[in-house]
């Protein structure tokens, strides 16, 4: 790949922070070198052209914002199809509308479809990286990472696992569940850019042994990734208390089994105690605050500002199907409105942030993904700041870059998203039609 010259404005947040707000890096007529998928230089394009004349003739000239492609931190593949379905809170939800959807991934050609529908879509809507559950049949998880790799995206999955609480259809074992992710495991973490994720649904439908063979599988490949939620909804939490009286609280369940430690992500953590915080942020673990799935199915308020004083790393998350989109825009609007009910505001550099390179130095990806830093991975948007008459006046009447930016997160959904481009490559462009890659 020849090397390419990326023109227009451009931000992103070049470091890990606790105040996005003063430590973005703006552009206003900025360039971005990209050579082999990787970012060669950043900087001021006047100054780079004055000393570079002869690579005028392949500049790109952007009219929207450049900034890094965005970070899902928890989404579930196999329930894009059941997105927005009505009248039900986690447990019922789970057993309704999720159980029955992914018992249709039993079938490789069907998961390879919607493998290839879901990442076009989290391109279509600005995503690059996602953390990404699968189901518990381990034809999902190659089908997804097959899929993943034809972009050469850096993608996290893993193999679901559940041996109780379930349809016997989506049930594994102990044994089987251990040995079916150790493989996948061996066979994509760290391929290309694909990386694993050891994924034991919630502590509901594993049994002890289950979570003690995940926890083993963990401390064998401690650069792995581990995901699982956690502390959604009261009725669950209560659960936890039934099923597992001998522990203090519902992250006690994953400590005794090793799975709390960095590379861990707990989707919610909404009903939590103040020792679970303060485990949670020695441990190096990480929350996915996943704002429209919360209000969506009603579990409840996460208290951002809480996690933070409490020093627990916190990254963005859709959670689609219980969250109502892919866009980490329409999300960062959803995080916007958790907190003001909870008389706190989360400044638009803070939203960003947490689906960009917050999002990345939370799960310890930030030397590959979320800025455009010297070195890092190629993945980054063009953000269209014309997408439609209500924000292309909003965006008119606005004089900050703060203003801007609070506006195309409130308003924002993939229609503000004009192109996609994964380590270099155009994966999206607004208006064009993309064929499936051929597998
Ligand atoms: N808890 C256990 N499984 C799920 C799931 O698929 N979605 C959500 N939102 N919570 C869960
Ligand atoms: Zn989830």
Known sequence: MTRQFHRGSILHFP??????????????????????????????????????????????????????????????????????????????????????????????????????????????????????????????????????????????CGKVLMDRNCPTALQDSAESGYHESKKLLEQWHKNGRQLYAITPRFAPTSSEAQLAKAGQLAKEHPDSFIQTHLSENPTEVQWINELFPDYSDYLAVYEAHDLVRERSLFGHGIHLTDREYLALASSGATINFCPSSNLFLGSGLFNYQRAQANGVAVALASDVGGGTSLSMFANQADAYKVCQLQQASLSPFDSLYLCTQGAAVAMGIETQVGNLNVGSEADFIELDLQPTPMLSQRLNKASSLSEKLFAINTLGDDRVINATYVAGKQVYKKGQHYVATAL
């Open 15 to 156: 470091k890990a922070t606790i105040a996005p707000s003063d430590n973005y890096q703006y552009l206003q007529d900025g360039l971005l070198v990209v050579e082999h998928g990787l970012i060669q230089h950043l900087g001021d394009a006047q100054d780079y052209l004055d000393n570079n004349p002869e690579v005028q003739q392949a500049v790109v000239q952007h009219q929207g914002l450049i900034i890094p492609g965005l970070i899902d931190s928890h989404v579930h593949y196999p329930q894009v199809e059941i997105i927005a379905s009505y009248g039900k809170q986690l447990l019922d939800w789970l057993n309704t509308y999720t159980f029955p959807a992914e018992q249709q991934f039993v079938e490789a050609a069907y998961a390879r479809a919607q493998a290839e529908f879901f990442l076009q879509q989290l391109f279509a809507h600005g995503t690059t990286t996602a953390s990404v559950y699968a189901t518990v049949h381990p034809q999902s998880v190659s089908s997804f990472f097959e899929v993943s790799e034809s972009y050469n995206a850096r993608m996290i």
